[in-house]
């Protein structure tokens, strides 16, 4: 078993920066893969980005130049920089830690949300 906590939610005016935190424990071993999804009120979960263990990465569309995710391998921990936040960026942000491709853990998730 995985179990997969996120930290670094809140509240931000738009423009700001927040910074999200997912800590991974369990039975990591093999190849993992480490994420974030988010999922807006209505609308189905989406991509935001994911990250190797070797650092390549892969970002949705919607936020590609504006936020970077990065890891510590030794901490199994994932971090999601989110820079010049907009309202659509808000919604529920996941973790996920995919292990040798077979099986991804999510986590229970973490709000953002963003004023106008």
């Known amino acids: 078993q995985v179990q997969v906590v996120e930290s670094g939610g809140g509240l931000v005016q738009a423009g700001g920066s927040l910074r999200l935190s997912c800590a991974a424990s369990?039975?990591?071993?093999?190849?993992?893969?480490m994420g974030w999804f988010r999922q807006a009120p209505g609308k189905q979960r989406e991509l935001v980005a994911t990250i190797t263990s070797g650092g390549r990465t892969n970002y949705g569309d919607s936020v590609k130049g504006r936020f970077t995710i990065s890891r510590d391998n030794a901490k199994n921990t994932v971090y999601l920089q989110m820079n010049s936040l907009k309202p659509d960026d808000i919604g529920v942000y996941y973790c996920?830690?995919?292990?040798?491709?077979?099986?991804?853990?999510w986590g229970q998730g973490t709000q953002v949300t963003v004023s106008s």
């Open positions: 369990g039975s990591i071993f093999g190849s993992v893969l």
């Open positions: 996920t830690v995919t292990i040798n491709a077979a099986y991804t853990y």
